[in-house]
């Protein structure tokens, strides 16, 4: 790929995506093989005033490797230098900026209850770190091709050319062109993102209804306190950053604890390195009761059981099917890209900044108000053409907000 076009790309994430301030550290997580490109990110931190950039370098191979070799005991452990580290972010509130290109299948083969409760065992150590960095410091995920990603969404091209495609489809999705300038580019869709959600917030909805010809009847009640948002991020400071880039969705956390009914998923869930492939859940009280799934119905199981908040939902996502990432018609495999083609919900931990006045309530607060909690946050897309979802505000009122899988012309 030009190096122009993958300058223009390190820019951005580092104007836009985590918008660094002068002086402020950078920590940037990149596998090995994406060393390059993980260099030009570098390069333009320091241009726009890192003081410091750490590279935090991975291998999903060498993951494997470890899942297989090392006990359960010793891939569950969070060494002290390793916390040492965790705390030093959290006391110099560096930006983070992680460089995704993992194979969809790269676990493949992996023992997943191993994996599993080593992953639980560590992010219980790990998510106190997390917590405390939460709304004080910017982050933002970019992804780049790697050949085993471009490989299994172009399967019948040759490995050059199927990473030369999956550059193409990505630069179409962050909104890049060989003459633009796309951190102008974001700011309009960033605005044009708030003018949507600003409308949606002045229904304050009680609840919503989802239905589709697939099978999905669904209603899922709101936050009275909760709003819709989408785009960039605002931190406590003021500071904004996009969390993800691309990004088209406009979400919220829905209460917890209070949905019914069945979503059938219109896409395959990449997780763990896995693929979980034609499935269905169903809620009762708030909580999946049950799901099926072709494949690996077995790790949704064990996803949906990780702990209290993961059998509880923790994001609501609107995404038009008339949409870039949806237009190139491409399944990416990945969750950043596909979770911005459709419409989804996600298990798991909810969302502090979507509350109004979070910056002055405790996490306790937080979830008492009906924010779910839990280690997870798992993505899985429920949209499609045949979609349809109705708003009901508090005294009944229906309003049309999707109908056949787009935007309603009350929004
Ligand atoms: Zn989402």
Redesign the pocket.
Known sequence: MKKTLLRKYAKLAVQKGVNIKRGQGCVIYAEVAQHEFANYVMDEAYKAGAKWVQMMWSDQPSMKLQYRHESLTTLSKVEKWEEARLQHFVDTLPCRIFIESSDPDGLKGVNIEKMQKSNIARTKITKPYRDAMDNLHQWSIIAIPSEKWAKKVFPNERKSIAVKKLWEAIFACVRITEDNDPVFEWAKHNANLKEKYDKLNSYHFDYLHYQSKNGTDFKCKLIPEAKWTGGYETMKDGTTFNP?MPTE?I?TSPMKGQCEGTVVATMPLSYMGNLIENFSITFKDGRAVDCKAEKNEELLRKMIAMDEGAAMLG?L?LVPDNSPISNTGILFYN?LFD??AAC?L?LGRGFDEVIEGYENKTKDELHKMGLNDSLIHV?FMIGGPELNITGYTKDGKAVPIFINGNWADTL
Request: net charge negative; no cysteine.
């Open positions: 993800n969705e979400f994001e996502a969750t979770e911005n989804h996600a993505d």
